[in-house]
């Protein structure tokens, strides 16, 4: 089972950016697919961004794209997620995951296709 380590919330004003990372570990990092989820107060967990294996593809939900960029480092067991224009409805504890997959060109989606996740990291994005 791979360990997922989050960092990089914080508050910031909307409009603007933020980066959050996920350090994982183990020296098979590249067997996962990864992905990023966000819960805010109140609401479910909300797919944000995923990634296939090698980084190669990659897929957002609606109120990110343009927004956000999802990308990996194998050499370096990291994924990240950039966040640009931050609006207050981004504010949300984010959560990366990974999956173990024999499947190098498939993303996923939904949470309950995940077999790891970190603790989260709290974005506030002040209004």
């Known amino acids: 089972q791979v360990q997922l380590v989050e960092s990089g919330g914080g508050l910031v004003q909307h409009g603007g950016s933020l980066r959050l990372s996920c350090a994982a570990s183990?020296?098979?990092?590249?067997?996962?697919?990864m992905g990023w989820f966000r819960q805010a107060p109140g609401k479910a967990r909300e797919f944000v961004a995923a990634?296939?294996?090698?980084?190669?593809?990659?897929s957002y939900t609606d109120s990110v794209k343009g927004r956000f960029t999802i990308s990996r480092d194998n050499a370096e067991n990291m994924v990240s997620l950039q966040m640009n224009s931050l609006k207050p409805e981004d504010t949300a504890v984010y959560y990366c995951?990974?999956?173990?997959?024999?499947?190098?060109?498939?993303?996923?989606?939904?949470?309950?296709?995940?077999?790891?996740w970190g603790r989260g990291t709290q974005v506030t994005v002040s209004s």
């Open positions: 995951a990974a999956k173990d997959t024999l499947l190098r060109y498939t993303y996923y989606v939904k949470a309950g296709d995940y077999d790891s």
């Open positions: 990634t296939t294996r090698s980084g190669g593809t990659t």
């Open positions: 183990g020296r098979t990092f590249s067997r996962y697919a």
